[in-house]
């Protein structure tokens, strides 16, 4: 166990933050999975927030870029292809 104050403090700011990435992850993957089952005229409506949310993630490094880069342009294409 940690025996600096600083160290207990960068463990409780360190689950703070995974739990926090890992919500946004979540929210994300369910956003994507509900684009996925959309008709055309949903799916064009959502697809703007679902892009924004992946550019997110990858700002912030929860994912990676080139994660980000393929899972946008999937979707594009599945929505092109409704």
Known sequence: MANHKSALKRIRNSEVKRLRNKYQHK???NAIKKLREADKSEAETLFPSVVSMI?????KNIIHNNK???LKSKLSKHVAAL
């Open 55 to 59: 550019d997110k993630l990858a700002k």
């Open 27 to 29: 929210t994300t993957r």
């Open 68 to 70: 980000a880069a393929n």
